[in-house]
């Protein structure tokens, strides 16, 4: 029943930064595999980033390196800080609990991201 308010999306230039919030409803202290997905217009969503319990980390090949993905267990809030951002990383982006929300496809609003000249 948590649900998720992301948030930190903006117009940013390339090469720029950004660091995207997700905070939850509820404690996301027993969530063992939360993640960020993106969407581009007319594209599938996919996903980018996860973090399993409080220390595992995976990225997609396309932002690994640049992208951060943390939790902090207590403000019940999951990050990504985007760095070094490309005209690819334009999409909306969404966070999610990757066991049960994903499962049920139930997202929330999302936060655009748009990297642009």
């Known amino acids: 029943q948590v649900q998720f308010v992301e948030s930190g999306g903006g117009l940013v230039h390339p090469g720029g930064s950004l660091r995207l919030s997700c905070a939850a409803s509820?404690?996301?202290?027993?969530?063992?595999?939360m993640g960020w997905y993106r969407q581009a217009p007319g594209k599938q969503r996919e996903l980018v980033a996860t973090?399993?319990?409080?220390?595992?980390?995976n990225y997609a090949d396309s932002v690994k390196g640049r992208f951060t993905i943390s939790r902090d267990n207590v403000k019940n809030t999951l990050y990504l800080q985007m760095n070094s951002l490309k005209p690819e990383d334009t999409a909306v982006y969404y966070c999610?609990?990757?066991?049960?929300?994903?499962?049920?496809?139930?997202w929330g609003q999302g936060t655009q991201v748009t990297v642009s000249s």
């Open positions: 999610n609990d990757l066991l049960i929300g994903v499962r049920k496809d139930y």
């Open positions: 509820g404690s996301i202290f027993s969530i063992y595999a």
């Open positions: 973090i399993i319990s409080g220390s595992r980390t």
